[in-house]
């Protein structure tokens, strides 16, 4: 379970969302984002033939298309070591350099926060 110790209720939040989403969907990522205005995306790993996205990469696709402006944060729980510098991208082209990234283990703890620019 996610460790909330110095971590913000809205983050912990998130975390929860993506795990749930990694063992739901039974796929290798699980991935939340915040927006400024507080709504939350969820998405897994998509892995089709003709498209393969991470599951950070979805959630912002899907914050774009629903209209967010901006990213307060974003959260992955997945078994690898790092986010991926791909995934920081797509975090950063919406949410700014500053935009904290969660990367938690499959079990919800946290493991570390890196801005999405570096």
Do not use: C, H
């Not at 696709?61 to 990213?71: C, K």
């Not at 797509?90 to 935009?99: E, F, I, S």
Request: hydrophobic fraction near 40%; glycine fraction near 10%; aromatic fraction near 0%.
């Amino acid at each position: 379970m996610t460790d909330s110790t110095g971590i913000n209720p809205e983050d912990t939040k998130i975390i929860t969302l993506a795990r749930s989403a990694r063992a739901r969907n039974g796929v290798p990522e699980g991935a939340a984002v915040r927006d400024e205005t507080g709504r939350t995306y969820v998405a897994g790993t998509v892995e089709l033939e003709s498209l393969k996205l991470s599951a950070l990469q979805t959630a912002v696709a899907m914050a774009v298309a629903s209209g967010a402006e901006s990213l307060e944060a974003a959260a992955v729980v997945s078994a690898a070591p790092t986010v991926a510098d791909a995934d920081r991208a797509a975090v950063r082209d919406l949410g700014g350099p500053a935009t904290p990234v969660l990367l938690a283990s499959p079990d919800g703890t946290l493991t570390s926060t890196t801005p999405a620019g570096g």
